[in-house]
């Protein structure tokens, strides 16, 4: 299971850090990644990160302004989100994969978070 947290109303230009704390089970092996909906659009990718930590990759549109990390330690992840403009308002999913491919497809993902609204006002 995994439970995202950390969303809420900012002004465009700050930052805010989501968590996506699992439970249950490790997940240290798994990759991990972030994902974004907005009513009527297709959940899009943001950012995935692999299990050793060695592999990131973001969207086009986030890279440079948000960071993807992960402490398997506490079996957490998170999505550090500078500069937000109003553009990134939507629902945040993270998601869990152990195929280790196809990182920017939602279809690859076993394991979901609920959710957490971020809202950037402009």
């Known amino acids: 299971q995994l439970q995202a947290s950390g969303g809420g109303l900012v002004q465009a230009g700050n930052s805010l850090r989501l968590s996506c704390a699992a439970s249950?089970?490790?997940?240290?092996?798994?990759?991990v990644a972030w994902f974004r909906q907005v009513p009527g659009k297709e959940r899009e990718f943001v950012a995935a990160?692999?299990?050793?930590?060695?592999?990131?990759t973001y969207a086009d549109s986030v890279k440079g302004r948000f960071t993807i990390s992960r402490d398997n330690a506490k079996n957490t992840a998170y999505l550090q989100m500078n500069s937000l403009k109003a553009e990134d308002t939507a629902v945040y999913y993270c998601?869990?994969?152990?195929?280790?491919?196809?990182?920017?497809?939602?279809?690859?993902?076993?394991?979901w978070g609920q959710g957490t609204l971020v809202t950037v006002s402009s």
């Open positions: 998601a869990a994969q152990s195929h280790h491919n196809g990182y920017r497809r939602a279809t690859t993902y076993g394991y």
């Open positions: 249950g089970r490790s997940f240290s092996s798994y990759t």
């Open positions: 990160i692999g299990w050793n930590l060695i592999m990131t």
